[in-house]
């Protein structure tokens, strides 16, 4: 069998992986120990609870799916860490390490491209390859915790990608993620963010999977929300804060709102203000976070000074906020800028 018509484990549930190993004539307990090594890292090959035997049986139809690590980027200014995967066939997606107080962190993609189209994005430069599958997603954690000799313990789902238009995989992604079986990682220990895909905020907040939901709004105004993020345009705020409210209503969670500060774009008093407004019955927490530059794009941060202005009037207003803390500034850390260098490189050789 070809290496590409064969099944990738990490993409099976436990109840998946038993009836796969009963197929193959293996006894079904066969199947957790499988499922706990892949969770460390380790291939077929090297699964030795099983026979030679099996595990030549195991090969000829199945591989690991663990993704191939292509690049590491380490950051010189703190602990953060880049890495840059290779999937099967050959597509490209990134995640980063990063080191905080409580422990370690993952953000890892969801996919492998985006669709949304947010004119400030790295993503948004490079053509739409596909969505990951659940194996994917979660063998970057798997992959990062071998390569490193950590266990990760947080996860934050804002890499690559717009995780609510990859919905099923992700689904199953979390619960095979937050199933003891699995990495056994608490959903409050796992962010996910999304620039507003309504529907599927309400599916979310019913899958008794409370993550916390991360909403990208950057501006509390449809029109201009909706020229810098098309998604708008579908789902406007009114809906989106609809969707929101749900959500804290299901799962008891707070929301966190993404805010890009864009100077001259969202910086002002006039979008502080309407923000507090727009926010002032959620339970929630803003996040304010320069822009990062992406060539092209022809937007600037906000300077030190203008950003503390934009936190203080929300505060006034009762809205808590924080400046998030930049990691790995050095290694094109923030979302989709390695893999856009790494492909434009290579398209222009
Ligand atoms: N599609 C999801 C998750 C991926 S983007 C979402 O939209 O939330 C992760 C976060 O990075 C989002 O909040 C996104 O708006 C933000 N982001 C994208 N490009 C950025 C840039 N150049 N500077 C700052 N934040 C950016």
């Given at each position: ?179 003891p079986d699995g990495l056994n990682i608490s959903a409050r220990k796992i962010s996910l963010s999304t620039c507003g895909i309504v529907p599927n905020i309400f599916r979310l907040a019913g899958e008794n999977i409370p993550v916390t939901l991360s909403v990208s709004l950057h501006n509390p105004f449809d029109e201009e929300r909706s020229e810098i993020m098309p998604v708008n345009k579908r789902f406007p705020l009114d809906e ?110």
């Amino acid at each position: 069998m070809g290496e590409d018509a064969k099944i990738r484990l990490l993409d099976l549930d436990l109840t998946e992986l038993k009836a796969f190993v009963r197929s193959l004539n293996m006894p079904e307990y066969r199947a957790g120990q499988i499922m706990g090594r892949l969770l460390i890292g380790d291939d077929i090959e090297n699964i030795t609870t099983l026979s030679k035997a099996d595990r030549e049986r195991l090969k000829e139809a199945a591989v690991s799916g663990i993704p191939e690590i292509m690049l590491v980027r380490e950051s010189k200014l703190d602990e953060t860490v880049k890495f840059l995967f290779k999937l099967y066939d050959g597509v490209l997606v990134e995640c980063v390490l990063m080191k905080y107080n409580y422990g370690y962190s993952v953000c890892v993609s969801s996919q492998a491209g985006c669709r949304m189209g947010c004119k400030f994005c790295a993503s948004s430069g490079i053509a739409f390859s596909r969505d990951l599958t659940p194996g994917e997603i979660l063998g970057q954690i798997i992959a990062v915790n071998k390569f490193k000799n950590i266990r990760i313990g947080h996860i934050v789902i804002m890499g690559i990608g717009e995780p609510l238009d990859n919905y099923d995989n992700i689904i199953k992604f979390l619960k095979i993620v937050t199933s003891p079986d699995g990495l056994n990682i608490s959903a409050r220990k796992i962010s996910l963010s999304t620039c507003g895909i309504v529907p599927n905020i309400f599916r979310l907040a019913g899958e008794n999977i409370p993550v916390t939901l991360s909403v990208s709004l950057h501006n509390p105004f449809d029109e201009e929300r909706s020229e810098i993020m098309p998604v708008n345009k579908r789902f406007p705020l009114d809906e989106l804060f609809a969707a929101c409210r749900e959500y804290v209503k299901i799962t008891g969670r707070r929301v966190t709102f993404e805010y890009s500060l864009i100077a001259g774009v969202n910086d002002s008093r006039r979008h502080a203000g309407e923000l507090a407004r727009r926010l002032s019955h959620l339970q929630c927490h803003v996040n304010l976070i320069p822009v990062n530059k992406v060539t092209g794009t022809g937007f600037e941060r906000p300077d030190r000074s203008a950003i503390e202005r934009f936190k203080g009037y929300l505060e006034e207003k009762g809205i808590e906020a924080t400046v998030r803390r930049e990691l790995g500034r050095d290694i094109s850390a923030a979302c989709g800028q390695l893999r856009k260098s790494v492909i434009t490189e290579e398209t222009q050789q």
